[in-house]
């Protein structure tokens, strides 16, 4: 024994003729365990792999990584992977050499280092929640992740130039019960102190017999399917550059890689939707979206630039206004996630101060009829609301000046999630689309509507203002069969999901119940809109006894119209054409 002593700490004994043995198969079989490639990944480098979460003993890991059994070294040749764990399992006889033979190392700092310094494919897989979030491990539609202060591997990734790579199963945590042991209670702090104390979290977990499935250590038979997400490039830095700030960022952008419509599904939401509207259907939607995104960030743009034209007493072209607001919004857009996140969460202080003393200024005509101030008024009629708000500043003078151009410059604020949007969508229309960098449509975007929002503020703002509020509709027909298939058809459960068919056409929905619902809710739409040209009955009806044409409800009339037809065609599409 005392020769493999040396094995944990140095890269283990792996042997690839033990881990393809034939039991292994019945191993991952019993669950099943599944392995899914997302994309690519090159041998020209070395790897850091997030596993989440950690489950109670991490079966989707061993199955997956300590083993062939699933063929990872088939869907990723040339990377060397190495599955970490505490050091204490090496402490006992005989034990130890299977898990070196498997390929299963000691998960201390001289390990990890050690293995990724032994060239391109040298890869380590890390269980980054680690004993502690073993307590949380309990079958449910929600993972409680043990990461936002876990940050060692990010040190190790900087210090080697190893990219991350997160990785989730769905079902590790479905293996076993778990007595309740919500955080502060007397159970939890028992646990914390023993997990600091040993090294080990002790769960009260059950799980099935042999022959029956109500109590005993078997772990219960539930899939586990195990998706490999996207690399994240890690630059290598000298241990003085390793600074706080760096390792938070990157930090930042491992958490960003695991985000999506929520922490279950691992799917952009437009991608989501492929399960409610079909694969074909979904990449309509998704043209929308873009179309919608376009529109609005032209109208906005319109919208801002004109303010600041009014500013500059009309002597400010609005084509050099447009163009400031699309490098300003498209620098944000650069700059990354977080920053992105940053500017969104403060940007509306400044303004909601500004309408604050907009509306101390202004308070005393205040008033539910006819604007009484008749600068105002004859402001308005010139310059819409620009003019306006310059009539209401101009007694504060400059500052009133700097006031009016932080709300015109607000509109960035707004045009970078159309932006972000944009090119999140763009990828879903189809699957060459998915091959372009997602910033060269961020580009290509920004042109777009920065050509369309020159010409379209000096020849048909007002047409292309009330065709976006039309376009507006879209949303409540796409949210409410989302939501109804979720609700009625999966039942609130992720589990119901079967996310090894996202991208399969195949498989997904065939898209009739939702188009067929859509219909209904564009019926809808039509019959409660209320527009300068049209206004539908519904619309005409409620405002009967008033002095407008028409309520708009078109939104509204389309959610409860599309909220009825969607579980009937979709009952009638499960029954005959069942998926």
Known sequence: MIGFRKYPKEGGHR??????????????????IRLHKTCDLSPDCSYIFGYHPHGINCLGGIGNFATEATSFENL????????????????IPFFEIILTMMGICDVSKESCNYILKQGKGNSIMLVIGGSREVLDARPSCEYLLTLKNRKGFIKIALANGASLVPVFSFGENDLYEQDPNPRGSKLRKVQMFLQQKTGYALPLFYGRRIFQSKFGLLPYRHPIDTYIGERIKIPKLSPEHITPEIVDEYHEKYLTGMACFGPASGLRTMIFSRYSWGYYSASIMSIVNVMSAIGWAVVNSINGAQTLRVVFNDSFPITVGIIIIAIITMIISFIGYKWIHIYELYSWIPVFIGYCILAGVDVKYFTNSEMTNQNWKQAYEIDNVGGLLRAILSPLR????????????SIVACNIPNLYSLSLSTQVIAP???????FLYTVIGTAAYVLLAIVAASKFNGALTSVMGISSYWSAIFMVIVF???ILFRRCSFRNYNFSIWNSSKLLPISLA??????????????????????GPIAKAIAEDTDIEGADIGFEAGFIFTAAAFPLFRLIELDFIRR
């Open 15 to 32: 042997q690839q003729w033990f881990r393809r043995l034939f039991f292994w198969h019945w191993f991952v079989n019993y669950f099943p």
């Open 398 to 409: 400059g500052f009133g000046k700097f006031i009016f151009i932080l709300f015109s410059l």
């Open 432 to 438: 060459i689309f998915s091959r372009i960098p997602r």
């Open 484 to 486: 109804e298939d979720h």
């Open 514 to 535: 939702a188009i067929l619902s859509a219909l209904v809710g564009v019926a809808g739409i039509i019959l409660g809109m209320s527009q300068i040209w049209f206004s």
């Open 76 to 91: 990723f040749p040339g990377i060397n992977l190495r599955f970490l764990v505490l050091n204490s399992n090496f402490g």
